[in-house]
């Protein structure tokens, strides 16, 4: 009787609980306005929902940098369950690059509720670069594995 109570397609069922985990499907501004020139995205990625924690993370990134930054010009996406996912530059957990005035932070799903993780790739963003100079990535802000686990007696 009800077609909506009917999914439209056989998706995945880790298509669904992905969508079941978001807790808010926030479209960014342009979001599936991706033109075909643009990088393409890691295998299986999709776009992140709103992540409630994300907001907090980012301003704490932004204290211990100095930096100031817009979160909204950040596109998520997730690839479900990962615990890496595949780029030019190897496996990886969290990859943040620039397309246009937009960018685009990609986490594999196992690390989506990472701080670290998550701050890291916020981190290249308010740089507005890839590389880890030590100054932010270290002696700041603390977002390298090592760095990460070692300033936790501090927090
Ligand atoms: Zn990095």
Request: proline share 6%.
């Amino acid at each position: 009787m009800q077609n909506l109570s009917h999914p439209r397609h056989n998706r995945s069922t880790l298509a669904k609980r992905l969508r079941q985990l978001s807790f808010a499907v926030v479209a960014f501004g342009g979001c599936s306005a991706f033109s075909p020139s643009e990088p393409e995205l890691p295998a299986g990625a999709v776009p992140l929902g709103a992540q409630p924690s994300y907001t907090a993370w980012f301003e704490r990134t932004e204290a211990c940098s100095g930096l100031a930054g817009q979160f909204k010009q950040i596109q998520w996406f997730v690839v479900p369950d990962a615990e890496t996912f595949q780029t030019s530059a190897g496996p990886k957990v969290g990859m943040w690059e620039k397309v246009g005035n937009v960018a685009r932070i990609i986490i594999a799903g196992k690390y989506v509720g990472h701080e670290m993780v998550i701050r890291h790739e916020m981190l290249h963003h308010l740089l507005d670069r890839e590389g880890h100079p030590p100054e932010y990535f270290v002696t700041r802000c603390r977002l390298t594995w090592e760095s990460w686990s070692s300033g936790v007696a501090d927090r």
